[in-house]
């Protein structure tokens, strides 16, 4: 059985030979949810991180000072030319 017809199969949920409209959308919609479950897990993960590099002082607790350490590095990352302002002029090969 090849992969087109596993994927009809899949999509017969009563088995009887046919794929009604809700078959169709609710394998879709499965599917979907279990992206963006996948995504939302990605993402949870990466805020975990991020809380990690920021905490410098690793004492579990993000301070003011380590908020504001945060976005002074990024902007300086972004402002390649140095000029104080992130604008088209700074290269985005950089980023």
């Not at 939302?40 to 809380?51: C, E, K, L, P, V």
């Amino acid at each position: 059985m090849g992969e087109r017809e596993d994927g009809y199969r899949r999509r017969d949920a009563n088995g009887d030979g046919q794929v009604h409209a809700e078959e169709y959308v609710s394998e879709y919609e499965v599917r979907l949810l279990k992206q963006m479950e996948d995504q939302r897990t990605r993402q949870i993960d990466q805020a975990d991180f991020r809380f990690t590099v920021l905490d410098k002082n690793e004492d579990g607790n993000l301070s003011l000072d380590e908020f504001h350490a945060s976005g002074s590095r990024m902007f300086s990352a972004l402002d390649t030319n140095e000029d104080g302002i992130v604008d088209e002029l700074d290269d985005a090969e950089n980023y």
